[in-house]
């Protein structure tokens, strides 16, 4: 956002004094605003619906309207608005307290610098969301009217990837035969030719993909099948594209001529709506939802989505009264809802027991009212189906349309959501309003945390090794142990989790079987004469774990590895937080006979001041400047520098990250004593590195 542009503000504070302080340093730093003050949450509620705004400054400690409860009041109404809020109290609780709350930042009162640059980093961030929604919402209609094009042509159109059907229109189904164009979606193209003419279309095909042509398309005759079984010489055209992010076959057969307007218009109206109750369908409500959250991003109204499901449908209706009932039911169901619909409102069926409402225009307390009185006459009607009579209830989600809505996706998985929790809330007949989870960080702490005791306790680890080239010649075979938790297709580093997380219990945990499993590892080399030894990273928790070097004897002596074959590898920014334990822990394991290496070295204001009460055997420089001279090409006189004044205290130096030859003259040169990186080799399932330098 241009600082010539007026910021729209609200402003919370209870002293009106200090709310106009805040407009007049504004305009005197050059950044004019439109300010307005609230005192209550009904007062926000109602600013927030009627205007845009950039930017909420609310007092920590206000009585009149809570910040906590105006940042809620924002979430709840999936409004993009920034909070900074001011404190009076010194220290980093505010801060944290803030930031737990919602806020962007937490600023001292008459820090005014400080808040000017906060308020120039928020308006800046939230400009490029504004355009990034924007960008969304047209890349999103460009592909709903390249879709709609596809789905109303006359021409038989499909796409086909891997030899499957992934898309086809109507016009397509209809050409062979079939109903619905779900019938053919998804089932091989060859199987929709005779078999005569099968070997030659997979060849045809196979060339057409390999040529990859966006351009010119390749003219394809063929005898097709009908769904009947009966022969059909069809001409197509196939062109290479890409559909949903995938690259694929177009295969396109011109339209037939002799179809009026009005069989076309009659079947566009069909195909939109739902045989068994004439609602628009779920394709169609699509469209039209997102058309609602195009108007509701281009203005400042909030829409509204319900998401109505027939609550246990399959016990209390269809064993009851069969397929021939429910459609009745639904009938009646369609109509008691079109009873409710205002204007503008659409209605449509959504799924075999699910409905949709789509309010253009509404706010969170409408929308849960109008729920409120659905259900009551949804419990209060008489449904009849297969000569019986039946009494439902209903459950609704309820999802708000505004600028940060997105697309139909988003909105429809907000309101399934919501729907979810009504359904656990009440069991049936109740309905919940979508609300953003203002605690997000905590959820996914514990999930994180979840993840890692789950894969602790079944297995779901392992561990990979990356070779550590010795460039002086010592024939050392080093390998750096890295550990890996294992989630489907996913391999993910769970240490940073536990970094996060400042768990030092569960980080033990997993430091010690690392170690164990390492350990066992490189014994099972060295009975195979491979004399290797590894480097092993511990996290900040078992530094400061007394009882660990005790552990460490046993486990060394149980796996019959020498103390020596083992360095323990700490973070820089570890030791400088930890002084006191590092010393203490480097000196016991050191008397062991193990190594002790620092990474990510270099960084800080003194970065050597702590090798002065923690002696290492090796620092691995940081990966920064490493990245400076191979990607940015920056002179490598700082690196240089750093290897050497390591030399000149007898510290060994690991350059990891080297992905380039070009790198290796310049650090054999400063006496650089290991390269780590890609260019040695990525990590591996297993130490079977070569390290012969031939």
């Known amino acids: 956002m241009s600082s010539e542009n007026t910021i729209r503000l609200l402003l919370i504070n209870d002293a009106p004094g200090e709310s106009q302080r805040l407009v007049s340093m504004l305009h005197n730093a050059g950044r004019p605003n439109r300010a307005q003050h609230v005192a209550s949450e009904a007062a926000l509620t109602k600013l927030l619906q009627e205007h845009a705004w950039d930017l909420l400054i609310a007092a920590e400690q206000s009585k009149q309207l809570e910040a906590a409860t105006a940042i809620r009041t924002i979430n709840k109404l999936q409004k993009d608005v920034p909070a900074i809020l001011l404190t009076e109290r010194e220290g980093s609780q505010p801060v944290v307290e803030g930031l737990k709350a919602g806020a962007r930042d937490v600023v001292t009162v008459d820090e005014d610098q400080h808040l000017l640059l906060v308020i120039q980093r928020e308006l800046a961030a939230l400009n490029e969301r504004r355009q990034a929604r924007l960008h969304d919402r047209r890349y999103n209609a460009t592909l709903n009217r390249a879709k709609e094009l596809l789905d109303s042509s006359k021409d038989a159109i499909a796409y086909i990837s891997d030899g499957l059907i992934v898309y086809a229109n109507e016009s397509f189904a209809e050409r062979f035969g079939y109903n619905d164009r779900d019938d053919v979606e998804y089932q091989p193209l060859i199987d929709m030719l005779t078999e005569g003419e099968q070997p030659d279309a997979r060849e045809f095909l196979r060339q057409c993909a390999i040529s990859n042509n966006e351009v010119e398309a390749q003219v394809w005759q063929f005898t097709a099948k009908t769904a009947g079984g009966t022969p059909l010489p069809t001409k197509a055209e196939v062109l290479s594209t890409v559909y949903d992010d995938e690259r694929c076959l177009q295969v396109r057969i011109a339209a037939s001529s002799g179809n009026t307007e009005e069989l076309e218009a009659q079947l566009s109206e069909a195909k939109n709506r739902d045989a068994a109750t004439g609602l628009y369908n779920r394709q169609r409500f699509v469209q039209l939802l997102n058309s609602a959250i195009q108007s509701a991003a281009g203005s400042q109204r909030t829409g509204g989505l319900m998401l109505i499901q027939i609550d246990r449908f399959e016990e209390s209706v269809q064993q009851l009264v069969g397929v021939a009932g429910a459609d009745q039911l639904h009938k009646k169901f369609a109509e008691l809802l079109q009873s409710s619909v205002r204007r503008g409102d659409v209605v449509a069926r959504y799924g075999e027991d699910s409905y949709c409402l789509l309010m253009p225009e509404t706010t969170p307390d409408s929308a849960e009212g109008r729920s409120r009185e659905l259900l009551q006459k949804i ?16 459950s609704i989600g309820i999802s708000l349309l505004s600028e940060t809505s997105g697309n139909a996706d988003k909105v429809l998985e907000q309101s399934s959501k919501a729907l979810d929790q009504a359904v656990k809330k009440d069991s049936g007949n109740g309905f919940a309003l979508y609300e953003p989870d203002s605690d997000q960080q905590g959820d996914a702490n514990t999930y994180h945390r979840a993840r890692v005791v789950q894969a602790l306790e079944a297995g779901n680890l392992k561990l990979l090794y990356q070779p550590i080239l010795s460039l002086q010649g010592s024939g050392e075979k080093m390998y750096e142990v890295l550990v890996r938790l294992v989630d489907g297709k996913e391999e993910l580093s769970p240490i940073t989790f536990l970094e996060a997380l400042g768990d030092a219990g569960l980080s033990s945990k997993m430091d010690r079987w690392i170690i164990l499993n390492a350990i066992k590892a490189a014994a099972a080399q ?78 800080g204001l003194s970065p050597f001041k702590a090798l002065e009460h923690v002696k290492v055997d090796i620092a691995k420089i940081d990966a920064s400047f490493v990245r400076e001279v191979q990607d940015e090409g920056v002179d490598s006189e700082a690196l240089v520098n750093l290897v050497g004044q390591l030399k000149e205290i007898d510290t060994r130096v690991i350059v990891p990250h080297v992905e380039q030859a070009s790198m290796l003259p310049t650090l054999w040169q400063t006496g650089t004593d290991y390269i780590q990186g890609y260019y040695v080799q990525p990590p591996g399932d297993e130490m079977d590195f070569d390290f012969s330098l031939d």
């Open 379 to 394: 419990a209060d009607t008489i449904f009849e189906g297969g000569g019986k009579t039946l009494h439902i209830t209903a």
């Open 526 to 603: 060295r009975a195979k004469d491979q004399e290797v030894s590894t480097l092993i990273h511990l996290t900040a928790a078992s530094l400061k774990d007394t009882s660990l070097p005790a552990w460490l004897g046993v486990a060394f002596k149980a796996a019959k590895v020498p103390p020596n074959a083992v360095t323990f590898q700490l973070r820089a920014e570890d030791i400088n937080s930890n002084l006191h334990a590092a010393r203490d822990f480097a000196k016991q394991v050191q008397g062991m006979g193990c190594r002790v290496a620092v990474c990510h070295f270099g960084t």
